[in-house]
């Protein structure tokens, strides 16, 4: 009987994760299952029970479950920890470790993948939600001169940024406090664009020779990606990147082998502009 994986999250029919690590298993010769599991809200626990009941190795977590995931786990790895939220998990007899592959997968995507590396760059990530915290230990440990942290809300980003002050040169701030600041490295790590909605960020942060990073996927050109690209930003990228990088840590850490990901980075790739 192959062995079984599942992604869960609610709504969970956009999802391409059971493409991905179809096409993962097909290239690496991995003898797998991989399906799609729309989560009940305030049920966590009890689907993710049932799928090991019925033989699950290890799963996907997408929103809304990723804290519902970190809270249900056994072992939680330090990425997991510092993001207080967990992407991915693997069953191990009574025991269930999570991990957090959203930062690495996405850090991945820029430096491997783009070609631009973020030493010495002053990086600006909007946002400090769950995608946020997961990207911080990664994007740290690339060296940037200064990363920065805006929200809406200025104190969270602030808590945020103290957090994780021994890794790196880190700061939290207001959308307000931009005005006059420019960056390397801009990544819209807010829900804005799943709405359809523009960050209140000042479109003077661009940098020339910036790279505006969306960290949704799928959605063509959000109006992140717009406003960057009307203020001369000729580097854009989504969170295709990303998403298939973190599937393919997860894949590794599930089966020992690492697939390779440019073809199916290429294959949902969309157009941008």
């Known amino acids: 009987m192959s062995d079984q994986y599942a992604v869960i999250g609610n709504p969970i029919g956009h999802t391409k994760s059971p493409l991905i690590h179809r096409l993962f298993a097909e290239a690496t010769g991995q003898d797998l299952v991989y399906a799609a599991i729309e989560g009940r809200p305030g049920r966590f626990a009890d689907d993710v029970e049932a799928f090991r009941a019925a033989g699950g190795r290890g799963m996907n977590v997408t929103a809304p479950f990723k804290l519902d995931a970190f809270a249900f786990a056994t072992d939680r790895s330090p990425r997991a920890r510092l993001a207080g939220a967990a992407n991915a998990l693997k069953f191990d007899g009574e025991r269930v470790l999570a991990e957090n592959f959203d930062g690495v997968g996405l850090t991945r995507d820029v430096v491997r993948n783009l070609g631009i590396g973020l030493r010495g760059r002053r ?3 909007l946002g400090a939600g769950g995608a946020a915290r997961g990207a911080l230990l990664p994007f740290l440990e ?11 809300a200025p104190e969270k980003a602030a808590a945020l940024a103290d957090e994780v002050r021994t890794h790196g040169p880190v700061r939290g701030c207001g959308y ?3 005005d006059g600041q420019r960056f390397d490295l801009v990544f819209n790590a807010t829900s804005a664009s799943l709405r359809g909605e523009l960050p209140p960020v000042p479109a003077t942060v661009f940098a020339p020779g910036a790279l505006a990073y969306e960290l949704a996927y799928g959605k063509g050109q959000t109006p992140f990606l717009r406003l960057a690209q009307q203020n001369g930003v000729q580097r854009l990228a989504d969170g295709v990147g990303m998403l298939v990088e973190q599937a393919a840590e997860a894949f590794d850490w599930w089966r020992g082998v690492r697939p390779e990901t440019a073809a199916v980075i290429g294959q949902l790739t969309v157009a941008l502009r």
């Open 142 to 152: 690339q060296g940037p001169a200064e990363l920065v942290v805006a929200n809406r």
């Open 123 to 125: 990086v600006l990530l």
């Open 176 to 178: 307000a406090d931009l």
